[in-house]
T-cell receptor, first 109, second 116 residues
């Protein structure tokens, strides 16, 4: 059983729309949750992390965590073409990270 | 923020040779660094955890004698792919956590290895 699961997509949204990315995890001992953005051929870059139930907002990005249902999501408001990338969900358990396979997002101008 | 430098960014080597990849924390000391491998259209897979001054911990299925890790200082970890084969061609990425920031795991820029 995979620790972290994501819909691989591709997900396409028009420019200006809200993109919604979802992630589920299997280990209830998971402590913190991260969303990374990865452009093709590049290393992942951190967008946000969250460790408490509820919402966390940072600019156009909102992370949502529901520990009871074991899912974490990322909303991107006012999507821009530059947001087109693969979004990786990661879960921190102890000193280790477990990554999902990523969701490919395309924002159509 | 914390910066992790990885070198080289890409390398092509002949089958059977060895390749060394360096990972440096530029503005912090990292007692632990992580090495990942990413095949095309797949996620990052943890290969090994590098600990300064002690042996690295390799994940199950990752040969420690093939993927040698040295973490001789608090700012440098190296991954050496020995006797490389075409199936070792992949994107290798290191990561380190700035101890000043509990959630501050920073990735290096990655190394694209192609074995021909």
């Amino acid at each position: 059983q995979k620790e972290v699961e994501q819909n691989s997509g591709p997900l396409s949204v028009p420019e200006g729309a809200i993109a919604s990315l979802n992630c589920t995890y299997s280990d209830r001992g998971s402590q913190s949750f991260f969303w990374y953005r990865q452009y093709s051929g590049k290393s992942p870059e951190l967008i946000m992390f969250i460790y408490s139930n509820g919402d966390k907002e940072d600019g156009r990005f909102t992370a949502q965590l529901n520990k009871a249902s074991q899912y974490v999501s990322l909303l991107i408001r006012d999507s821009q073409p530059s947001d087109s990338a693969t979004y990786l969900c990661a879960v921190n358990i102890g000193n280790q990270f477990y990554f999902g396979t990523g969701t490919s997002l395309t924002v159509i101008p | 923020g914390a910066v992790v430098s990885q070198h080289p960014s890409w390398v092509i080597c002949k089958s059977g040779t060895s390749v060394k990849i360096e990972c440096r924390s530029l503005d912090f000391q990292a007692t632990t660094m992580f090495w990942y491998r990413q095949f095309p259209k797949q996620s990052l897979m943890l290969m090994a955890t590098s600990n300064e001054g002690s042996k690295a911990t390799h994940e199950q299925g990752v040969e420690k004698d093939k993927f040698l890790i040295n973490h001789a200082s608090l700012t440098l970890s190296t991954l050496t792919v020995t006797s490389a084969h075409p199936e070792d061609s992949s994107f290798y990425i290191c990561s380190a956590r700035d101890p000043r920031d509990f959630y501050g795991y920073t990735f290096g820029s990655g190394t694209r290895l192609t074995v021909v």
